[in-house]
């Protein structure tokens, strides 16, 4: 971890104690080896979590599209997770099904051309 990254971590921290003291309560996830750290409410639940961090890696995939040899993989994955994820206290209609199976045909096509050019 850079060290002015360590010191805003630190200070960050510093800053919750302060709120906690308010009855505030803030929930944190660091990760020093990539200088990320993730501030969420005490109303933040798993599913709005995992909806969060799809997020980051849908624009990952839409940023390589067609530049790296998993773009595809990524893009199709994070489209049957997002499908998923929006549906995940309620039933998936016919139409998503068949969508998530198509985005699933498209993995697998994928994957049958990565495993073409390593041969």
């Known amino acids: ?3 002015d990254f360590s010191k805003f971590q630190d200070a960050l921290l510093e800053l919750i ?3 906690e003291q308010k009855n505030v309560i803030i929930k944190t996830n660091s990760e020093p080896d990539s200088n ?3 501030i969420c409410g005490e109303r933040s639940d798993a599913l709005a979590l995992a909806k969060a961090g799809l997020e980051e890696a849908a624009e990952l995939a839409y940023a390589t599209a067609e ?3 998993y773009w595809n993989l990524l893009y ?3 489209q049957i997770l997002k499908i ?3 549906k995940w206290n309620q039933e998936l209609t016919d139409e998503e099904l068949k969508e998530i199976s198509w ?3 498209e993995i697998k096509n994928s994957t049958k ?3 073409t050019k390593n041969e």
């Open 1 to 3: 971890m850079t060290e």
């Open 17 to 19: 104690k302060l709120f």
């Open 36 to 38: 990320i750290i993730r």
């Open 67 to 69: 530049h790296h040899p």
């Open 76 to 78: 199709n994955g994070t």
């Open 84 to 86: 998923v994820l929006d």
């Open 103 to 105: 985005h699933a045909d």
């Open 113 to 115: 051309n990565l495993v």
